[in-house]
């Protein structure tokens, strides 16, 4: 009988200046460019047996937006949700529309650097934080969702 199984499907969004990633204050954010860290997430969830969808937008109107297509065509998000993290009320919002688990992730540990950084506005609708682990961290939210979606 043929496998009817579908993988699930993960909307992995990355928020303003990322796209400047590998230029953008290399000691703080790595030298890895948003390319390569696509390549590695589509990796990734492969083995997994996930399926991402890696997007990236400095408009927080489109990252809304983005959001509101996972109520219907999503099984969970990862947010990177970069310097709207802690200004966006309308990003939080959108995503506690959400049924479908949310990761919360930031390359640096936002807790060590500014302290306007500290507060997230997405933290209280988040199901897990993945925090100061560099590049490595969206490798643990995808693994993390796998746990996450596998144990439903
Ligand atoms: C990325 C940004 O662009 C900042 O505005 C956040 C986050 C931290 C990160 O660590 O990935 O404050």
Redesign the pocket.
Known sequence: MADTKTSSRVLLLN????DLLGRREPS??GTTTLKDLETVCHETAAGLGLEVDFRQSNSEGALVDYIHEAMDYFDAVII?P??Y??TSVAIRDALAALEVPVIE????N?HK?EEF?HHSCVSGVATAII?GAGEHGYSLALTHVSHLLSNK
């Open positions: 928020g303003p200046n990322l703080i954010y990177n970069a310097g993290t802690h992730l930031h390359m640096s936002v650097r950084r925090v």
